[in-house]
C-alpha cells in the first residue's frame, strides 16, 4: 500500500498539536461542566469522574496495549518490506481485540452496581452504564490507530482524537445542561454527562472505518523486499506477548487510580480526617479539575512517546543503531523541554491558573494540589517516553517491574498520607508525585544499561533546568510586583489578566534562554515541518 509517512518528529508534532485541540476542546467542556454540576456542594461532578475513572481501568485491561504492540509489529514488517505480512497482522489484531473489547463493554454495563459499590459511590451506577460502551468503541478504534501509527502516518490518529472530542462537547455538555434544567438527580446528570463521551467515541470510530475504506480504494501496488509471511498462530502470539505485558504495566497504574478513588474516599471518612461522604466525593471532584491540568503536558509527551515507538522498533529491525541512539536523545531532550517549565509554572501560578477558570473558593481548595502535581509533571513525562523505549528495545518486561514498585509506592503513600489530618486530600499529589519518579529514575536505569549510554546530562536536562530556573523568577516577580502595583483582588477580571500577562512573559524569557543556552539544536529543529526556515530564522547553527 502506499503510505504517508512522516519522521517521528513530525508525527510527534501532528499528535501533539491534535492533543493541544482536544485539551482546548476539553477545557470547554470541563470547566463549563464543573461549574455547572460541580462546585463546592454538589457530588455530581464527582460521580461522573468516578464512573470515567473506572472505564478507563477497563478500557487499559481490555485495549490499552494493542496500539503500541501493533505498531512495532508493523513498523518492523514495513522495514523489512513484508507488506503482506503487515495485513495478517492488522486481521490478527482485530480478531482477538475488539471481541475483548466487546466482552468488557459487557461485563462493565451488567456489573456497573458493582464497579460502583467498590467505590462507595452506589449513585455513580447509571453512569458507568451510560460510558460501558465506549470501551468495544475503542478497541476498533486501537486496531486502525496501531496500524496508522506503525506506517508512520499520525494524521487519522489525530483527527479521530478530535472528533471524540468534539462529540464529548457537545453531546456531553449539552445533556448535562438538559438535566440541569429539568431538575434531574445528580446519579441522572452524571449518566447523562457521561453518555458524551461513548458517543463520541462511536463517532471515531466510524470515521477511522470510513477511512480505512477511502485508504483501501485509493492504495496503490508498492515493491515488495520480502514475500515472507509468518503463520496467523505465531502473529497471535507474538501480539499478545506484547500486548499483555504493555497492558499489564499500564493497568498498575489505571487500578492504582482506581485504588485512589476507593482510597480518597475511605480515607477521607476515616475518624482521624472526619469528612462525611458527600464532603469527600466534593473533594475529589475539585482534586479530579486539577489533575485535568496537570494531564496537559503529559498529553504532548505521550502524543511523542507514541512516535517514537515505531521509529526505534524500526531502527532496530533495520539494524540503524546510530539512529536508535540520536532518537533517544533527541526524544528525551525535548521531554525536558517542554515539562520542565510546565511543572514550574504548576507551582509558582497553581491557584491563579485555577482562579481563572473556577471560583475563589475552589481555587483556594485546589492550588496545593496542582502545586503538588507540579513536581510530578516532569516524571510522567519521563516514564511515558522511557515506557515506549524499553518497548521498542523489546524489553517490555522492564517498564512492568517498575510500574509496579510506583503502584505499590502510591498505594501505600495515599493510604499512611490521605488518612493524615495534617495532609488529607495533599497526600493524592504527594504520593503521585514520589510514585512516578521512582518509575522514571528505574527506567532510565534500564535503558543505560541497555544502551550502554544515556545522552548527556547537561545537555538533556542541565540547560532546560536552568532556563526553567531563571523562567520561575521572572514570572514570580512579575506576577508579584503586578499583583501589589494593581491591587487586585482574587477572581477578578484584573486578576485573571495578571495571571496571562504573567504567563507570555515565561513563555518569552523561556524560549530566549533556551536560545542563549544553546538548548534547542539545529538538527531538532530540521526534523519539524519547514524546520529549515525555522532554524535560520532563530539564527541556529
Same mark, same amino acid.
Given at each position: ?48 469522574? &468516578? ?18 504492540? +501493533? ?7 514495513? &522495514? ?23 466482552? &468488557? ?66 453531546? #456531553? ?123 496537559? =503536558?503529559q498529553t504532548l509527551i505521550t502524543a511523542l512517546a507514541v512516535s517514537v515507538l515505531p521509529t526505534i522498533a524500526s531502527a532496530r529491525a533495520s539494524q540503524n543503531f546510530t539512529k536508535v541512539s540520536k532518537t533517544i536523545g533527541t526524544t528525551l531532550r525535548l521531554t525536558m523541554i517542554i515539562t520542565l517549565p510546565a511543572g514550574a509554572g504548576f507551582v509558582l501560578l497553581s491557584g491563579p491558573i485555577l482562579r481563572m477558570f473556577y471560583s475563589v473558593g475552589v481555587s483556594e481548595q485546589g492550588g496545593p494540589l496542582m502545586a503538588m502535581l507540579g ?24 517498564? +512492568? ?25 495533599? #497526600? ?26 544515556? =545522552? ?15 523562567? #520561575? ?23 485573571? +489578566? ?44
Amino acid at each position: 500500500m502506499q503510505r504517508k509517512k512522516q519522521n517521528f518528529i513530525q508525527g510527534a508534532v501532528i499528535l501533539m498539536v491534535a492533543s493541544l485541540i482536544v485539551k482546548v476542546i476539553g477545557a470547554f467542556f470541563q470547566i463549563p461542566l464543573q461549574n455547572m454540576i460541580g462546585g463546592e456542594e454538589s457530588p455530581a461532578f464527582g460521580l461522573f469522574s &468516578a464512573a470515567y475513572r473506572i472505564y478507563t481501568a477497563m478500557l487499559i485491561i481490555s485495549t490499552v496495549g494493542l496500539p503500541a504492540a +501493533l505498531s512495532k509489529m508493523v513498523a518492523e514488517a514495513t &522495514a523489512c518490506g513484508r507488506e503482506r505480512e503487515v495485513r495478517r497482522i492488522v486481521r490478527v489484531a482485530a480478531g482477538i481485540f475488539v471481541p475483548v473489547g466487546v466482552l &468488557a463493554t459487557v461485563v462493565l454495563f451488567f456489573g456497573a452496581g458493582t464497579f460502583a459499590s467498590w467505590i462507595k459511590n452506589p449513585d455513580a451506577q447509571l453512569a458507568v452504564m451510560a460510558i460501558a460502551p465506549s470501551v468495544a468503541m475503542v478497541a476498533i478504534l486501537s486496531v486502525f490507530r496501531g496500524y496508522y501509527q506503525g506506517r508512520a502516518n499520525m494524521v487519522p490518529t489525530a483527527v479521530s482524537q478530535v472528533i471524540e472530542a468534539m462529540g464529548k462537547l457537545f453531546a #456531553g455538555l449539552g445533556l448535562a445542561y438538559y438535566a440541569k434544567q429539568h431538575g434531574m438527580e445528580d446519579a441522572v446528570v452524571a449518566a447523562l454527562t457521561v453518555l458524551g463521551v461513548t458517543l463520541g467515541e462511536v463517532v471515531a470510530a466510524g470515521y477511522m472505518l470510513v477511512q480505512a475504506g477511502i485508504s483501501r480504494r485509493r492504495s496503490e501496488p508498492v515493491h515488495l523486499l520480502s514475500d515472507a509471511i509468518r503463520p496467523t498462530r505465531e502473529l497471535a502470539k507474538t501480539l499478545l506477548s506484547l500486548s499483555i505485558p504493555i497492558t499489564i504495566s499500564s493497568a498498575v497504574m489505571s487500578l492504582t487510580d482506581l485504588i485512589d478513588v476507593a482510597l480518597i474516599a475511605a480515607r477521607l471518612q476515616s475518624p482521624a480526617v472526619g469528612m462525611t461522604a458527600e464532603a469527600a466525593t466534593t473533594a475529589y471532584g475539585i482534586y479530579t479539575g486539577t489533575v485535568n491540568f496537570f494531564n496537559l =503536558p503529559q498529553t504532548l509527551i505521550t502524543a511523542l512517546a507514541v512516535s517514537v515507538l515505531p521509529t526505534i522498533a524500526s531502527a532496530r529491525a533495520s539494524q540503524n543503531f546510530t539512529k536508535v541512539s540520536k532518537t533517544i536523545g533527541t526524544t528525551l531532550r525535548l521531554t525536558m523541554i517542554i515539562t520542565l517549565p510546565a511543572g514550574a509554572g504548576f507551582v509558582l501560578l497553581s491557584g491563579p491558573i485555577l482562579r481563572m477558570f473556577y471560583s475563589v473558593g475552589v481555587s483556594e481548595q485546589g492550588g496545593p494540589l496542582m502545586a503538588m502535581l507540579g513536581i510530578a509533571v516532569p516524571a510522567v513525562a519521563l516514564v511515558a517516553v522511557t515506557n515506549a523505549t524499553l518497548q521498542a528495545f523489546g524489553r517490555i518486561d522492564l517498564p +512492568l517491574t517498575s510500574m509496579f514498585l510506583g503502584a505499590v509506592v502510591k498505594m501505600l503513600g495515599d493510604y499512611y498520607l490521605i488518612g493524615n489530618p495534617e495532609f488529607g486530600i495533599l #497526600g493524592a499529589p504527594i504520593s503521585t508525585a514520589v510514585c512516578y519518579w521512582v518509575i522514571a529514575l528505574l527506567n532510565l536505569f534500564h535503558i543505560a544499561r541497555l544502551s550502554h549510554a544515556l =545522552p548527556p546530562l547537561g545537555k538533556t536536562a542541565g540547560r532546560p533546568l536552568a532556563a526553567t530556573i531563571g523562567m #520561575g523568577a521572572a514570572t514570580y516577580i512579575c506576577h508579584t510586583v503586578l499583583l501589589r502595583v494593581l491591587g487586585t483582588a482574587p477572581g477578578t477580571v484584573l486578576d485573571k +489578566l495578571v495571571t496571562l500577562i504573567a504567563i507570555a512573559v515565561a513563555a518569552v524569557v523561556y524560549v530566549a534562554l533556551l536560545l542563549m543556552l544553546r538548548a534547542i539544536e539545529r538538527e531538532d529543529v530540521l526534523l519539524l515541518p519547514k524546520g529549515e526556515k525555522i532554524a535560520n530564522l532563530l539564527h541556529l547553527k
